[in-house]
């Protein structure tokens, strides 16, 4: 089956004048229905005298007088025909508007009848071809997201003035109490479907006085019973909701006939089956279409938040329950402990944070309730004391914010009903109790302390995942709220992340309050420069880390994952008390985390001029300067060569990181001070002189200038003869080892490598161990998501023990072995053999080896993990880093 053909077929179909029994029957050809099917139902005698078709288990099909096909397929979903005689599909259709939908999957759709073929691909499984739909865990969040989406939709499109910022607002206060009535008559705090029906009943289907059935609604909600006076009937029936959600004035759209039809499949979803822990982000779907097709990817998942909330406040809240169970008084205090807990969520988003952190202090709450009642001499159940005015949100998005007040309302709702479930008791829905301080602010513009201030015997915990974007994807209002923040601060912090600003805020916010904070983050934060731009700044405000996530794969419980390994770590001011360091499922207390998140002191490695161990100088590669005058790519050094032959002893290869990596062959123009005049005299090479001189006596650059007057030579230019060690300057983060190359003197290396020249070959293993990767993704800058190497921050800090001639003949006699091993593939690139889905069996075995060696050097075994490795580097780096201290204060107390 062709599916254009299909499309096609339906076109030519939709465009001819309409006929019921020749677009029925052309539609089922269309999707190639067997013709021994096609004239089984040609003989339904009833097809002649009412329009309608029926294939059994496929299609029911009904031909509506003109302007009716709405009105008929509302009434042939709830007929009975349809009951007895279940199909897959109904389709209705006047010749002017169509309306149908897939009852197995609960999909409707509607159009004009002239564009049906643009849903072709709707009916495939009526054919048998499903609809692959790869659905995250709770279906019902799918399809309320895509319902809601299409009446935002449509509501702007009937109301094209409200595109503008100036209603922004007024429709996202509209979108949120539109759920809140789906939510309040899907689950009993309203009537049942009280509001579906009166809005339905009392406005026409075309959407005449539907807004103003509904601001009616609105208003009532917020006006208590007794003041309402003399009102219609409908709407005393509507009870006093309060809680702020209806007390702002605000214009409701106006709908159209497109709308008010979608506002109807809107009120077919149960409401009441929706996650609330993902109600939030799917809210925030609707209003940002980009976020539809990845339902989640901004959404925090409970386990992922619990990463949070356990180490910051609740297990400690737990272990004290477990400690006091049979403790009256005991159980008592903590009751009043846990009414003292503030929770803040500075960029809330939807409220995912504060909604989990909620959830689990009231379950808290129900066990201690539960456990009072078995050891307390007297006891009288009370309800929740926990508050939602406790629960406090910066959120810089307007329809965010308004979401997150009212996904609280929502989980305060369901937790009543638990409660009701435990205790037969519960609060009246109704009114609602005031919501969470959540306010539209740019956090890195607001005071904290204003938001959520203070109080005596209050306990605040800092909690949220704010958002990540590295320096290069940053907004120009991004960059200002950065300099704001880092302003006294640090004045080199624009390679931050701006997740970072948040750790500051939060930094200066518990100086003042004694809050404890944790944070989601990119794991970029606690690696390589960025440490010791941030870090210095968080521990002079007394900070510490009480706990960490080491790096994990985000993941949550909607369709897709997002990408990006993270960490979570926890912040609070300098104390005794344990600290807990997380590693997957296991967790270990440690004597202190240092800012790389492994068990360590606080030291931070800095960039340094010279190696700490005893290891060779590694240079930059050579820089050229030239516009690309004196690099040839293969083609050009060709027709050099073919047009000068002579030419051919100043062209070298030439090779930086990507020509080694990806095996592509460039070379350059290499000419010495004693053959210059030879060279000036091949009219070519003369002609590329005089444009490299030309660039750069008008170049701004002072280096530029000063080697304008030897344009045959690279400006900067270590290359020596003999063999080189060339290290890529940035390496992808997928692979498990970085590749390191031997070169003979005939190949220059480009400024976009790193070169050792003269090295031994036991230096080339070490490079090319897991250990030294490991410290490359640790303090090494990050080039996107890539490794971006360093010869100052990564070679020269690299800690390496003392070792013996013997240590270092085994560790060279690896070093072939890896080269062998590459060499044993021909025509395949350093790309290709480290690739983790490619890399052969022979190089990782030559490479396991390596690591053997390696690490038995180092701790007499192999590490277990990337983790030990770490730590263990950190405490070799900061045992080395405090020798060479000393001996500098040494020196310089002789000299001085």
């Known amino acids: 089956m062709n599916l254009?053909?299909?499309?096609?077929?339906?076109?030519?179909?939709?465009?001819?004048?309409?006929?019921?029994?020749?677009?029925?029957?052309?539609?089922?050809?269309?999707?190639?229905?067997?013709?021994?099917?096609?004239?089984?139902?040609?003989?339904?005698?009833?097809?002649?005298?009412?329009s309608v078709l029926i294939w059994k288990g496929k299609l029911h099909f009904l031909e509506a007088p003109v302007g009716e096909a709405e009105r008929a397929y509302d009434a042939l979903e709830l007929s009975e025909q349809a009951e007895k005689r279940p199909c897959r599909f109904i389709l209705v259709t006047d010749g002017i508007d169509f309306f149908a939908k897939d009852l197995k999957q609960d999909r409707p759709i509607h159009g004009a009848y002239a564009q049906l073929n643009d849903s072709f691909e709707f009916f495939l499984p009526m054919v048998g071809i499903e609809r692959f739909e790869d659905e995250p865990e709770n279906i019902a969040d799918v399809k309320a997201t895509g319902r809601l989406s299409k009446l935002y939709d449509a509501i702007l499109d009937a109301n094209p003035t409200w595109l503008d910022e100036r209603h922004t607002h007024e429709l996202n206060v509209f979108m949120t109490r539109l759920l809140f009535c789906l939510f309040a008559e899907s689950t009993g705090i309203f009537q049942k479907k009280i509001f579906s029906t009166t809005v339905f009943t009392l406005s026409g289907d075309d959407g005449d006085g539907t807004s103003a059935v509904i601001d009616q609604i609105f208003r009532i909600l917020d006006i208590v019973e007794s003041d309402r006076g003399d009102i219609p009937e409908f709407l005393g029936r509507f009870p006093y909701v309060n809680g702020l959600l209806f007390r702002e004035v605000a214009e409701v759209p106006a709908f159209s006939k497109t709308a008010k039809r979608l506002l109807k499949e809107c009120v077919s979803q149960d409401w009441g089956t929706i996650n609330p822990d993902i109600f939030g982000s799917m809210i925030q779907a609707i209003v940002h279409p980009e976020l539809r097709g990845d339902l989640g990817m901004h959404y925090t998942s409970v386990p992922n938040i619990l990463k949070t909330l356990k180490p910051l406040f609740l297990s400690d809240l737990e272990q004290e329950f477990e400690s006091r169970m049979d403790d009256e008084e005991g159980l008592r205090q903590l009751l009043k402990r846990i009414y003292g807990i503030r929770v803040l969520d500075p960029a809330c988003g939807s409220g995912n944070f504060l909604i989990t952190a909620y959830r689990e202090l009231r379950e808290l709450e129900t066990k201690i309730f539960l456990q009072l009642q078995s050891v307390a001499k007297q006891w009288s159940l009370s309800m929740s004391g926990i508050r939602l005015d406790h629960f406090f949100g910066i959120e810089v998005t307007d329809f965010a914010a308004e979401t997150a007040k009212l996904s609280l309302w929502i989980a305060e709702y369901q937790m009543n009903r638990r409660f009701e479930e435990v205790f037969n008791k519960s609060p009246a829905p109704l009114p609602l109790s005031d919501s969470g301080h959540i306010l539209c602010r740019n956090a890195l513009h607001t005071d904290w302390s204003s938001v959520c201030p203070k109080v005596l015997a209050s306990e605040i915990y800092v909690v949220g995942n704010p958002p990540y974007l590295g320096s290069v994807f940053q907004t120009a209002e991004q960059k200002e709220d950065m300099r704001h923040v880092f302003s006294g601060h640090l004045?080199?912090?624009k390679d931050l992340d701006y997740v970072a600003a948040w750790f500051v805020k939060g930094a200066e916010y518990a100086q003042k309050t004694g809050a404890k904070l944790a944070l989601v983050s990119t794991n970029s934060i606690c690696q390589g420069e960025q440490v010791g731009m941030l870090w210095p700044i968080l521990f002079r405000m007394n900070q510490e880390i009480f706990f960490a996530h080491q790096s994990f794969k985000w993941q949550n419980s909607a369709s897709k994952n997002a990408a990006v390994m993270c960490v979570v770590v926890g912040l609070r001011s300098r104390q005794k008390g344990i600290k807990t360091l997380f590693q997957g499922t296991t967790a270990r207390t440690v004597s202190n985390i240092g800012p790389y998140l492994v068990e360590m002191d606080d030291t931070i490695v800095f960039k340094r001029t010279k190696a700490i161990s005893d290891l060779p100088q590694m240079d930059y590669g050579n820089k050229p300067t030239d516009g690309r005058n004196l690099i040839l790519d293969a083609r050009q050094r060709d027709e050099l060569l073919q047009q000068h032959p002579e030419a051919e002893k100043f062209v070298r290869k030439y090779m930086g990181s990507k020509e080694f990596i990806k095996g592509i062959e460039r070379w350059c123009i290499w000419v010495g001070d004693d053959v210059v005049e030879e060279a000036r005299n091949i009219p070519e090479l003369n002609h590329r002189f005089a444009r490299v001189a030309t660039l750069r006596r008008e170049s701004n650059g002072k280096q530029a200038n000063a080697n304008a007057a030897t344009p045959y030579r690279f400006v900067y230019r270590p290359h020596r003869q003999g063999e080189a060690i060339i290290v890529p300057g940035v390496a992808s983060e997928r692979r498990r080892y970085t590749p390191i190359g031997l070169l003979s003197g005939a190949t220059v290396i480009s400024n976009l490598a790193f070169a050792i020249y003269d090295a031994s070959d036991f230096v080339f293993a070490l490079l090319s161990s897991r250990l030294h990767t490991v410290w490359l993704a640790a303090v090494g800058g990050r080039m996107k998501s890539d490794y971006r190497y360093s010869n100052t921050l990564v070679y020269n800090t690299f800690p390496v023990p003392s070792l013996s001639s013997a240590q270092k003949d085994l560790l060279a006699e690896h070093s072939l072995s890896i080269i062998e091993a590459r060499e044993a593939h021909p025509g395949r690139s350093l790309a290709w053999m480290y690739d983790p889905a490619t890399m052969p069996e022979n190089l990782l075995e030559a490479h396991a080896a390596v690591d053997a060696a390696v690490e038995e050097i180092y701790i007499g075994r192999t590490f277990k993990d990337d983790a030990e490795r770490l730590e263990h580097l950190i405490k070799r780096y900061s045992s080395a880093f405090a020798r060479t201290k000393r001996a500098t204060a040494v020196r310089k107390s002789k000299n001085g």
Do not use: C, H, M
Request: charged letters at 25%; a neutral charge.
């Open 4 to 50: 254009s053909s299909i499309e096609e077929a339906l076109k030519g179909l939709v465009s001819a004048p309409f006929n019921a029994r020749t677009f029925v029957f052309g539609l089922l050809e269309a999707y190639d229905v067997p013709r021994a099917t096609l004239a089984k139902l040609g003989k339904q005698e009833w097809l002649e005298n009412a």
């Open 491 to 493: 004045k080199t912090y």
